[in-house]
Structure formats: C-alpha cells, structure tokens
C-alpha cells in the first residue's frame, strides 16, 4: 500500500542553523508532496507544495527538494528560530483522488 | 475570511454512546475531508466529499462510522456506539477542488474535535 514514512525521532537544533527534515515514500508515485506545519492543539497548515517534475522550490527560509529516483522529499528550514519549533508533516495525494497520505511527522525543536 | 470551523472542539462521551461532529468548510470549497489524528501520528483519511456527494468513503473505518454533507457546505462525521479506540482528534479539512493537483488541492484545515471515549 502507498506509505510515506518521516523521521518520527525529534530533530533538535540550535537557533540560526539548518534544519533538516526527510519524507520518504514507497510503493507509488506521487505527482506531487506536500509540507505541513502543525502545532500543539492546532490544524495542520500548508507551507509548501513540490511537483514530481521540480527539482527544488523556495520560499522565503523554506527550501524542499523532490528526488524521484531516491523516492524522497527533503525539507529545510534555514537561519531557524525558535519560532519554528513545530510538528512538520509530508503528505502526498492518493491514487484515488483528493484525499491527502500523511507521513507520522517530525517534531522540530530549535533552542535559542 | 473566516477559517475552517469545528464544533465541539472537545467532547467526552461514554463507550456505546453516539455522537456527532461538526465542520465548517471555507465558504465556496467544494472538496470537504475528514480525518482522524492519534497521538504522534499523522492524519489518518476516513472520507472526502466532493459538493454534496461522498467521491471516497475508504478510510472509514467500519460502518459505525457515517458522513453526510446535505448542502454541500456543513459536514457531520456520526460516530454509533462509541469505543475506546475511536478516541483520537478529527480533523475536517476543505479544499478549492478534490482531483486537481497542485495549489487547488492545498488543504485548509480545521483546529480538529478531541473525543475522549471513556
């Protein structure tokens, strides 16, 4: 069955350096990954969105690449802050249509 | 405007007992999805419409669990006789469009409903 699979150990890092998260997915090909911000108590949020023919995309301290050939999805955040200590999840569209496969998350935690 | 809305944002109910969830999708989103989050999970889908009609009920667990989106704007998820294991937060997301790809299917979430079966 269609897996994405995050690291669920908790990245840890201090303020000002990269951080950097992996999403991996087996068993399908997804057209695009998603990433998502999460909060304690909250929905997830959208950050951004990386199609299977893009290489990289940016925005402002984000950076997610798309490799195909690893299956994998990598997600920075750089000169991190304290503020962006969150839960990040990667989730791909399904076979079937709208609905969303989630990986567990990983959970950022940046120390000023 | 406003956001995706969900009542109750908890509620506490005992096993073998029903309840209803509610969400308000953003105003004009055709693609409305439920979800169910555990503990360090991710979300898990139970179901997505598209307008009125259920377009992917696989995630659904068993059939105590139902949806029903009669206008094609409010969503109910009715859980029948509750167990333990139904407790979890449910989210309800909405969406520009259900199948497109890229930014139409950017999902909008809901601050999720806690349900605690005791």
């Known amino acids: 069955s269609q897996k994405i699979e995050q690291n669920s150990e908790a990245l840890n890092i201090q303020e000002g350096k990269t951080a950097t998260l992996t999403c991996n997915y087996t068993?399908?090909?997804?057209?695009?990954l998603q990433w998502y911000r999460q909060d304690p108590g909250r929905g997830p949020v959208f950050l951004l969105l990386?199609?299977?023919?893009?290489k990289e995309k940016r925005k402002e301290r984000l950076k997610v690449t798309f490799d195909t050939t690893l299956k994998q999805s990598l997600f920075h955040i750089t000169a991190s802050q304290p503020a962006d200590s969150a839960t990040y999840l990667c989730?791909?569209?399904?076979?079937?249509?709208?609905?969303?496969?989630f990986g567990q998350g990983t959970e950022l935690s940046v120390k000023p | 405007g406003a956001g995706v809305s969900q009542t109750p944002s908890n509620k506490v109910t005992e096993k073998g007992k029903y309840v209803e969830l509610r969400c308000d999708p953003i105003s004009g989103h055709t693609a409305l999805y439920w979800y169910r989050q555990s503990l360090g999970q991710g979300p898990e889908f139970l179901i997505y419409?598209?307008?009125?009609?259920?377009?992917?009920d696989s995630g659904l667990p068993n059939d105590r669990f139902f949806a029903v989106r009669p206008e094609g704007s409010v969503s109910t998820l009715k859980i029948q006789r509750t167990e333990r294991g139904d407790s979890a937060v449910y989210l309800c997301a909405s969406s520009l469009a259900g199948t497109s790809g890229g930014a139409y299917n950017e999902q909008f979430f809901g601050p999720g409903t806690r349900l605690t079966v005791l």
């Open positions: 068993n399908y090909s997804p057209a695009y």
């Open positions: 989730a791909s569209r399904g076979n079937q249509g709208g609905k969303l496969i």
């Open positions: 419409f598209q307008g009125t009609g259920a377009a992917d």
């Open positions: 990386i199609r299977e023919n893009e």
